[in-house]
């Protein structure tokens, strides 16, 4: 198992300002995970993260809107920029253990205004 | 792209009886989960079953896939008031992560 400390678990911005979202792991894994969670909705794969090179991002999400940093093997970190309305949503983080069983993070609650 | 659909959407039912929720997924599957989310919190890990396995079981789960109708249904019985969450299956897994479906919202009613 893994276990995922996940902050801020909730945040109200401005629009127009920049939040990083922080995952710490209690064990080094090779790939993280970020998803997001609009409102009454599913999870959607934003971006796959490994330490050591860039982000693999999915349809719809580019680097500048969502950078991501891996640094190391436990920790890795989602920015959201330039926010809007439009980004309030829930931002989770998830590894993947022998690449199929997922462990998240609580999410972070995110409310732009 | 989400591939599960779930149904129902939203499941309201009494304490104490059986609740079934419904997945279909549109590829071939190595195997499909199902998850459950707490009142917009994390995701926790439910039950994986696997593309051979047609059955399985844990404690009041028990989760049956359908890999010629590409579907799977989660069976929680004798429900009870802490069951109340979203559950959701998800597909995948690995460097493409996981492909959620839409979720059922369940409501046990005391």
């Not at chain 1, 109200?12 to 939040?19: A, D, E, K, V």
């Not at chain 1, 979202?21 to 995970?33: A, E, G, L, N, P």
């Not at chain 2, 009886?17 to 190595?30: D, F, L, P, Q, R």
């Amino acid at each position: 198992s893994a276990v995922i400390s996940q902050k801020p678990s909730r945040d109200i911005c401005q629009r127009g300002t920049s939040l990083t979202i922080q995952c710490q792991v209690d064990s080094q894994v090779t790939m993280m995970f970020w998803y997001r969670q609009q409102p009454g909705q599913s999870l959607t794969l934003i971006a796959t993260a490994n330490q050591g090179s860039e982000a693999t991002y999915e349809s719809g999400f580019v680097i500048d809107k969502f950078p991501i940093s891996r640094p190391n093997l436990t920790f890795s970190t989602l920015t959201v920029s330039n926010m809007s309305p439009e980004d309030s949503s829930i931002y989770l983080c998830s590894v993947e253990i022998d690449r199929v069983l997922a462990f998240f993070g609580q999410g972070t609650r995110l409310t732009v205004v | 792209s989400q591939q599960g659909e779930e149904d129902p959407q939203a499941l309201s039912i009494q304490e104490g009886e059986n609740a079934t929720m419904n997945c279909s997924y549109k590829t071939s599957i190595n195997n499909l989960q199902w998850y459950r989310q707490n009142s917009g919190r994390g995701l926790v890990h439910l039950i994986l079953i696997r593309s051979n396995e047609r059955e399985k079981h844990s404690g009041r789960l028990r989760v049956t896939l359908d890999t010629s109708k590409k579907s799977s249904s989660l069976l929680i019985t004798a429900s009870r008031a802490a069951d109340t969450a979203s559950y959701f299956c998800a597909t995948g897994g690995g460097a493409d992560g996981l492909t959620f479906g839409k979720g059922t919202h369940l409501i046990i009613q005391p």
